[in-house]
């Protein structure tokens, strides 16, 4: 029926039979509706006066017994006929579409989904919550497979999305509230507190060289392996160029006394006065790109749902590291100026023992996914180390080596073949300190033997989880999120970065563990899907919302409590003086995505949803 | 991690669940343990009628036996009107509040246990291990009752692989970075140190068929305490106790030189702060002589 032949013989028969509804017997709606309702629409009947019954996943699919089933599709259809006997013809709603969109995150996918936004001549608004743009990328030294430098490939992307004239950056400031729906967002941004005039400030950072308070904060851009003065930018190529003064450390904010900052700034940009402030933007579209963080493993950690591993020392040996902290070890512009040396007494380790799947895989300690990059960045963190210290020994336990990706297996082959990278299939015990050494108890599960390697420095490659406040952001946004705080796209396979809720879209870490080349065509695509629902002046929304009936309606706002979406508000009800007599449930029909929770749920039965009135309903299950 | 005893009900009578090595092997713990008690305002409720409680040979020939032998005991304290039951031996509480976790989790194993033990499970039996035992009653019971500081003892603390594990079921201090012995053991004014065979294993039963794993694997506990500047260990088990005191003399004979390492079980270190003395405690009931007031070890004297 659904090919061009079936579509015709419904045109001709509603043509030459002068019918007024129509029901098909075929496969779900799902995938179908549109096609039958596109047929009708070419034969003059309006769309919503087509019902199908569906044979083939409600009954020839799922039945044996030929009989019985051939009875209950002839029911089926019963039922729908009487539901298209009762069904009102409906039309789309149009709502207005602001053209401009939110980035919530200013990490590469962030970066990249701004970038194409603003390109296609959108407006954007990027929203990033440290000091400075980057992400996670910024602290990376070099990136695989390809081992180019990574600050060198984003830099020119963040200068870029600060000179963008369409582009409206907004460092150091978190999105508290979005409001309205798809094409009518109202997003309420903080812009927290910089003290530090952005007009006035020129960058020259002589106030971060002459701040006293040196060393008296970890600097988390190093991943606490060097610490920060007072005033500070993350790093040097920060974009904006602009210091951030911490208030918890600053000697000013502490007894009143030094302002050594205000003494050097020659253009008066210090400003301790400075409040946070609030920003309302009227939004179309949302991109959500929030990212990831690694799963501290610390026993100070706050990631209390997970168990951690104090079987490997982690916040107690200093030379028992993550991979972002390797990440700055090795870079150029770390805290060691790119030369490997361990944290504790800063001597070039000799053996260095990499674990994978620490927190990952794990079920017995609270994640059970694969944190997909592990196993590409510890090939090439031994392979740095390798490249770097050519006596060194670099060995790698692993459970399984996942190196799907284009170039991705030859690069883990170079580890092994050209680098002399040992890899170690099996899981590690335990890790403890004897006479500056740090000695890893294995095993090796090929051999069927237990290994014991004395390293120098241990690199432990951690999950990837979501931010900690992603579970909050989401409710904040309105869109569902996983067990972990991972945000749920609308269909794994065939709407990856569209969140259920309509306007909102996702890229990056913030979904599930993703590499960069994967996080930059997400954001792509989540730029490419914004522009789309940008691209018309008006929106046009299925008719399928619900309407409460004013007369009826208790003011009970059950239905306010249910409602996934947050479309039903308060309405007073007036008599004709312009008194107010009783509060009654509205649904804004912009924002109803038509699931039913409410007529369900309402007591007084005082709502209806368009095309599935009880009326219907009850004609059908009568029709039983 | 449980040590925020300020914040429990102190709880000052305890059912007791002896075990069979309290009153064989490991007749000290229980000497030791019953008079620490006592000086710390606390009493024992002894279980009548008390039987093994599964561990070791029953665990690993028959688990419906094992479960079953565990539960009587459980089962017997709550006929017994106690609410909470002390298994000062680790095997015991491991393998009690395992049987526990099984019947918890496992209805046909609780069913099939009920029916074997003719009786149903309602009472909740809260079953406390020795380090638990003295956070409830309170480790600042023991500095306000010291009669001595034991300042010059540098302690290793020695948990073994049951007291903490598994971290699921016992629910109790961090599994491989336990702190709570040092606690306690800081409260009789001894120094604790930081080693890294807290939670390694000692052996255990390999005792009695593999001696030469366990002389191993002791060596290396006792190494490692000594290289990090412990000069006596305390311990909580009496399958550790066995293997790291007893099985020395083999140590000498697989390990020419090797120097004798004093262990205690913690209740003895507490009775010594309490003032009482070696004798009173059943610390010279040792294979290694320990005598406090003489730290250095006489190796002349062996018993």
């Not at chain 1, 992307?157 to 309205?180: A, C, F, N, W």
């Not at chain 1, 996914?369 to 050519?390: D, G, P, Q, R, W």
């Not at chain 1, 237990?450 to 869109?479: C, K, Y």
């Not at chain 1, 996080?519 to 409460?548: G, N």
Request: proline share 4%; net charge neutral.
């Amino acid at each position: 029926m659904c090919s061009d032949p079936g579509q015709n013989m419904i045109r001709d028969a509603i043509r030459d039979k002068g019918l007024d509804a129509i029901v098909v017997g075929s496969c779900s709606p799902h995938m179908h509706e549109r096609t039958f309702r596109n047929a009708a629409v070419s034969a003059g009947i309006n769309p919503f006066l087509v019902e199908i019954a569906n044979l083939r996943e409600h009954c020839s699919w799922v039945h044996d017994d030929l009989e019985a089933a051939t009875q209950k599709a002839i029911e089926l259809v019963r039922m729908a006929i009487e539901k298209v006997k009762r069904d009102k013809p409906l039309t789309k709603i149009s709502v207005p579409v602001t053209k401009r969109v939110l980035v919530i995150g200013g990490g590469i996918a962030g970066i990249q989904a701004a970038l194409d936004t603003a390109n296609a001549g959108y407006e954007v608004v990027l929203v990033e919550k440290e000091p400075s743009i980057g992400g996670h990328m910024s602290q990376l030294s070099e990136t695989f497979p390809t081992l180019d430098c990574s600050q060198c490939i984003l830099t020119p992307r963040m200068v870029e999305v600060h000179q963008h004239p369409k582009i409206k950056l907004m460092t150091y400031s978190e999105v508290v509230k979005i409001e309205g729906f798809i094409g009518n967002f109202k997003a309420t941004i903080k812009k927290k507190a910089r003290h530090i005039n952005e007009d006035l400030c020129s960058g020259c950072g002589l106030c971060i060289t002459k701040c006293p308070t040196k060393k008296k904060a970890y600097n988390s851009f190093e991943e606490d392996l060097a610490f920060r003065p007072a005033v500070y930018i993350p790093f040097p190529q920060a974009v904006p160029n602009i210091p951030v003064i911490d208030e918890t450390i600053c000697m000013y904010y502490k007894n009143g006394k030094c302002g050594m900052c205000v003494k050097v700034c020659d253009r008066g940009a210090i400003d301790f006065d400075q409040k946070d402030t609030m920003l309302v933007a009227d939004i179309g579209a949302i991109i959500v790109a929030t990212g990831f963080k690694l799963y501290n493993i610390d026993k100070k950690s706050p990631d209390s749902r997970y168990k951690g591993y104090g079987e490997y020392g982690y916040g107690k040996y200093r030379d028992v590291i993550d991979g972002l902290q390797f990440e700055r070890i090795a870079s150029a512009s770390g805290p060691t100026s790119g030369e490997i040396k361990r944290p504790s007494d800063g001597k070039v380790p000799k053996k260095i023992v990499f674990i994978q799947c620490v927190g990952s895989r794990d079920d017995s300690k609270g994640i059970s996914y694969c944190s997909k990059i592990c196993c590409m960045y510890t090939a090439k963190h031994a392979m740095l180390y390798k490249h770097k210290v050519h006596d060194g020994e670099a060995y790698i336990f692993y459970m399984d080596i996942r190196a799907g990706g284009k170039m991705y297996e030859e690069f883990v082959r170079r580890a092994i073949e050209e680098d002399d990278v040992k890899y170690i299939r099996g899981r590690v015990s335990r890790i403890y300190e004897e006479n500056g050494k740090y000695i890893v108890k294995g095993e090796d599960t090929i051999a069927g033997m237990p290994v014991e390697i004395d390293a120098d420095l241990v690199v432990l490659a951690t999950a990837m989880i979501p931010q900690d406040n992603s579970a909050a952001l989401a409710r904040t946004i309105g869109i569902p999120y996983d067990k972990y705080g991972f945000f749920n796209e609308a269909h794994p396979k065939l709407r990856p970065v569209e969140s259920t809720t309509a306007g909102v879209f996702l890229a990056g870490a913030c979904q599930s563990p993703r590499d960069i080349p994967e996080s930059v065509a997400m954001a792509s695509a989540a730029a490419c899907k914004a522009t789309i629902l940008l691209s018309s002046d008006t929106l046009e929304r299925e008719p399928v919302v619900a309407k409460v009936n004013e007369d009826l309606c208790a003011g009970c706002f059950y239905c306010k409590k249910v409602c996934p979406f947050g479309a039903i508000e308060v309405k007073d009800v007036k008599d004709l003086n312009g008194i107010v007599y009783k509060e009654v449930a509205y649904i804004n029909q912009g924002v109803c995505q038509g699931c039913g929770t409410c007529t369900a749920t309402c007591l007084s039965k005082s709502i209806e949803l368009a095309g599935f009135n009880n009326e219907e309903i009850f004609a059908e299950i009568a029709a039983l | 991690m449980i040590y925020m005893t300020s914040m429990e009900e102190v709880i000052m009578k305890y059912g007791y669940f002896p075990g069979c090595s309290q009153t064989g092997s490991a007749k000290e713990y229980d000497i030791s343990l019953r008079k620490v008690i006592e000086k710390l305002g606390a009493s024992f409720d002894e279980i009548n009628d008390w039987s093994c409680c599964g561990a070791t040979s029953a665990h690993v020939t028959n688990h419906k036996l094992s479960s079953a032998l565990a539960m009587r005991n459980v089962m017997l304290a709550g006929q017994q009107g106690l609410e909470n039951m002390v298994a000062p031996c680790a095997a015991c509480y491991n393998r009690l509040i395992t049987s526990q976790y099984e019947i918890a989790n496992h209805p046909e194993i609780r069913n099939e246990t009920e029916e074997l033990l003719s009786a149903k499970f309602e009472k909740d039996i809260k079953v406390i291990n020795i380090l638990e035992l003295f956070l409830k009653i309170g480790i600042n019971k023991i500095t306000e009752n010291r009669k001595r500081e034991l300042s010059e003892l540098k302690v290793a603390c020695y948990y073994g692989c049951l007291l903490v594990r598994p971290a699921a079921i016992t629910k109790f201090d961090d599994a491989e970075q336990p702190v709570s012995m040092e606690k306690i053991v800081e409260s009789t004014g001894a120094k604790t140190v930081d080693w890294n065979y807290k939670v390694e294993c000692c052996g255990a039963a390999h005792s009695v068929a593999r001696r030469d794993i366990v002389v191993d694997l002791s060596k290396k506990i006792i190494e490692d305490a000594r290289s990090h500047g412990a000069n006596i260990m305390a311990v909580a088990c009496p399958m550790c106790h066995t293997n790291l005191d007893m099985r020395q003399r083999a140590m000498k004979r697989a390990y020419p030189g090797h120097e004798e390492f004093p262990v205690l079980y913690l209740t003895e270190l507490i009775g010594l702060a309490l003032g009482m003395n070696e004798h009173e405690l059943g610390i010279d009931l040792h294979y290694i002589n320990y005598k406090y007031t003489d730290p250095v070890l006489d190796n002349s004297v062996i018993r």
